[in-house]
């Protein structure tokens, strides 16, 4: 019997089909070992001895692989063609022959499409185990490993609210985090353009002023309202006429097949795909046998795959869209391996494959490698240039015709943050042609800030400057949100708090290891190692010899020496210019009280940095670690509102590192209340409407028991016997009465199957597979997204009202890919021991 390892369960059932009954195919689940996440696992003064510790979910599964290896006599290591199948292979090799159950023969096997024809090739190649691939992956998992495990305490210590450090995850968020810099930084120039609306041939075209007064415009000539109202008054006394028609032929070649990190990208643009989600369903097509290997940096096809597409190409369409050559690409990635295939169908004759998100994938894959074999577009584009009687003035219009699509029929890749403009087609204009004038328009614009980053210009920018590899972007990204480093919305990347101050400390503390050029020549040099012409160990002797002292040094310094320095480096963001002139960390509460030296500081605390006064314990006044009126709040409306006329206390405004609220009195005694986001001109009143807060609107006529209003976490609700219903603004908290809030819950109760469930905390589109709406709920055990037929628990560090539809998406599958959760059967009742025969009663002696 042959014993052939792979990773997973549906390969391994693929695969046995192809190989028949002499093979027996067991899947490892992935990585069966890892290092235990504890101080100790790497330790550099033994040569970088390294201890593995099976996981515990994988005992059973590793002793059937081996007790099979026990009775085979041959093992082949099938698993994935890249570092991280190879080390899987390793693991599974040192395993077996520390329980001294390897078999005779070891082979290693590598296919790079889940087919008959490409595994029972393989099965004829094998080799041995690739030693410095193996070692390769040794130096990047120890490198992780005493990167995090290092630096991760002295966050813990010296930066509170900090959770971890990784080596390529900083600096993806540092990218993220210069960005919203940039765009913090960034003001917004004014400028105006003049627009003519032409006609000819009853053909209606767009003309822009290129020329004003003999002098060419630039974008930022127009600056004002006044000169742009001058220019179009210009134009529109004018008599145009055209001057000059340039025709120029375009040519556009079409795209190379995927890799990991261009199908990445173009799942995130064509179907809002984040990057985790479209590696699970391309490692499902892979696994189905429908594409080919889907970790890999190369652009080039198998020739036979070329042959075929080009075969598809000509059933599809006519002749002129296959060229006469086939089409070769080279990689223009920094640090491309190319060691695999592009991303491909495994069968151009299939232009289908799975179903829901799988089928989506699919096409976009199937249509760009057919693409890529495809004719080059020909595009003819025409500027036509118009001038007025006087010469002073120009209008210049473009238009762009499609001549011949060629592999336009079947694919156009997409782009992030075009502001191409549109250009229509033109009517057929000759020089002296004067065009009927409809109308003219002046515009105003402002410049705009660089764009925040998408999962797909993030891979990119990543991939660009070589940091990281495109297999491990996807959970790159997903352990910053996880971190909640940085949160999602409308699918760009917006910097968190934690995530600035993190990225502040590392690039004042740690500038070397969150440097872009530096990563990425690390990255060069564990390509080094993987091609066999670098010791791993002294690769990790380097990398240890300079950051453990780093360490040690920064571990030596006093949270508050770190949290000064940070206050310094971190000035222009905490305490940016004010437009009144003052000076920006005065305190607003001390100027208020007369106090004098209130100046403000950022401060380390047990749930992280804020931003507190120098006069404390005198003034305690605080704001979040965040700019003055980053979330809307005015620290100087801080202050005593006024007094609560039945208690005679102060009613105080204050803002707190959860956002502005409402205080009366002091103490442990005092009453709070956040403030609303949905109040505007939030005065004494509604302070004290929201102290005064639950409201009892009445009894229900039916139960006779209590209808309670009240603001809660999820927003206004009502609550009656254990079952609450929605309300739909702070001030319906105070409005409601009884007979609506009596249909406010009876609809509530409807829509949760007549027990009561709460609403929904946000509603959200159909799911792409079940089609049922998706929906955050509050749950008995935390908030929760569901779609009807399966339900995901919300992690922790996500806020329930920020889950997006992608999140939300991911979440369900995730669950639903795990089967239904286990019933935990009753225990059995304990045997009830049988009562011991009673003894018979002593007999009694006869008197005497």
Not at 430 to 450: I, L
Not at 501 to 528: I, N
């Amino acid at each position: 019997m042959q014993l052939v390892i792979v990773e997973s369960p549906a390969k391994a059932k693929t695969i046995e089909k192809y190989l028949g009954k002499d093979f027996k195919v067991l899947a490892s689940y992935g990585h069966v070992r890892d290092l235990p996440p504890k101080d100790g696992s790497v330790r550099p003064d033994e040569d970088f001895a390294m201890d593995w510790e099976l996981y515990r979910d994988k005992q059973s599964r590793f002793k059937e692989i081996a007790d099979a290896a026990k009775k085979a006599d041959r093992l082949v290591l099938a698993t994935d063609p890249d570092r991280e199948g190879e080390a899987i292979s390793w693991h599974v090799r040192e395993l077996l022959t520390k329980r001294k159950a390897l078999p005779a023969k070891v082979d290693r096997v590598t296919f790079n499409a889940i087919t008959k024809g490409a595994v029972t090739e393989a099965m004829k190649a094998p080799r041995e185990l690739d030693q410095p691939l193996i070692d390769a992956y040794l130096a990047r998992r120890a490198l992780d490993y005493l990167y995090g495990f290092t630096l991760s305490p002295v966050l813990w210590r010296r930066l509170p609210g900090a959770k971890s450090a990784g080596r390529v995850q900083s600096v993806a968020l540092r990218l993220i985090c210069e960005r919203e810099h940039e765009i913090e930084l960034f003001r917004a120039d004014e400028y105006w353009s003049v627009l003519a609306k032409l006609q000819h041939d009853g053909t209606q075209f767009d003309a822009r002023l290129v020329k004003y007064d003999g002098k060419k415009l630039e974008k930022l000539t127009l600056g004002d309202e006044g000169s742009a109202m001058a220019a179009k008054a210009a134009v529109e006394a004018g008599r145009f006429t055209v001057e000059d028609v340039e025709t120029k032929p375009l040519k556009r070649n079409p795209a190379p097949p995927f890799t990991t990190s261009t199908l990445q990208q173009e799942a995130a643009r064509k179907l809002g795909f984040s990057a985790s989600h479209t590696m699970r369903l391309a490692q499902s097509l892979y696994e189905a046998g429908a594409i080919t290997y889907m970790r890999t940096d190369g652009v080039q096809m198998d020739m036979s795959a070329i042959m075929a597409a080009r075969d598809a190409i000509a059933e599809r369409f006519s002749d002129e869209y296959r060229p006469e050559k086939p089409r070769f690409y080279q990689s223009k990635a920094k640090n491309a391996q190319e060691a695999h295939e592009a991303i491909r169908p495994t069968d151009f004759r299939k232009d289908r494959a799975g179903s829901g998100d799988e089928a989506k994938l699919y096409d976009l894959i199937f249509k760009r490698a057919m693409a890529s074999q495809m004719a080059t577009a020909q595009l003819e584009r025409t500027t036509v240039t118009l001038r007025d009687a006087t010469g002073s003035h120009e209008l210049r219009a473009t238009g762009q015709v499609v001549k011949f699509p060629g592999y336009f029929a079947v694919y156009q890749e997409g782009r992030d943050d075009s502001d191409d403009e549109d250009e229509g087609l033109l009517p057929v204009l000759r020089k002296g042609d004067s065009p009927a004038k409809e109308s003219v328009e002046a515009n105003q614009h402002f410049t705009q800030p660089p764009p925040r980053f998408s999962e797909a210009s993030l891979v990119k920018r990543l991939e660009e400057l070589g940091i990281g590899r495109p297999s491990t972007y996807a959970s790159t990204i997903q352990t910053l949100r996880d971190r909640a480093y940085v949160r999602m919305e409308k699918n760009r990347f917006f910097a968190e708090e934690s995530g600035r101050l993190l990225t502040a400390f590392l690039e004042r503390f740690f500038p070397q290891y969150v440097a872009y050029d530096y990563t990425a020549g690390l990255e060069d040099e564990l390509d080094t190692v993987s091609d066999g012409r670098e010791d791993w160990k002294r690769l990790l002797e380097a990398f240890w010899r300079d950051f453990k002292p780093k360490t040690e040094e920064v571990m030596e310094r006093k949270p508050s020496e770190v949290t000064e320095v940070l206050d310094e480096y971190l000035s222009d963001y905490l305490f940016p210019e004010r437009a009144d002139g003052k000076d920006p960390r005065f305190c607003p509460l001390c100027e208020q009280e007369g106090r004098e030296g209130g100046e403000l500081h950022l401060r380390g605390g047990k749930f992280g940095a804020f931003v507190a006064c120098a006069n404390y314990p005198e003034c305690k006044y605080t704001r979040r670690f965040a700019q003055p009126g980053a979330d809307g709040e005015d620290p100087a409306d801080d202050g005593v509102m006024g007094e609560d006329p039945e208690t005679g206390l102060p009613v105080e405004r204050k803002s707190g590192r959860f956002g502005p609220y409402v205080q009366l009195g002091e103490g442990k005694e005092a009453k709070r209340a956040s403030i609303p986001k949905d109040v505007d001109d939030f005065d004494l009143e509604w302070a004290l409407k929201l102290l005064s807060l639950p409201r009892i609107v009445g009894a229900h006529p039916e139960t006779g028991k209590e209808i309670e209003a009240a603001i809660g976490r999820y927003g206004p609700y009502l609550r009656h016997d254990g079952k609450y219903g929605k309300l739909s603004s702070t001030q319906e908290v105070f409005e409601v009465g009884m007979n609506r809030a009596v249909d406010i819950l009876a609809q509530a109760a409807n829509r949760g199957g007549g027990r009561g469930k709460a609403e929904p905390i946000k509603t959200l589109g159909a799911h792409p597979t079940s089609g049922g709406e998706m929906k955050v709920m509050p749950g008995r055990y935390g908030p929760y997204v569901t779609d009807g037929t399966t339900n995901a628990t919300i992690p922790k560090d996500v806020k329930p009202e920020d889950v997006t539809e992608a999140q939300a998406v991911e979440l369900i599958d995730a669950r639903a890919a795990k089967g239904p959760p286990k019933k935990k059967g009753r225990k059995k009742a304990a045997p009830k021991k049988k009562a011991a025969p009673k003894k018979a009663p002593a007999k009694k002696k006869a008197a005497s």
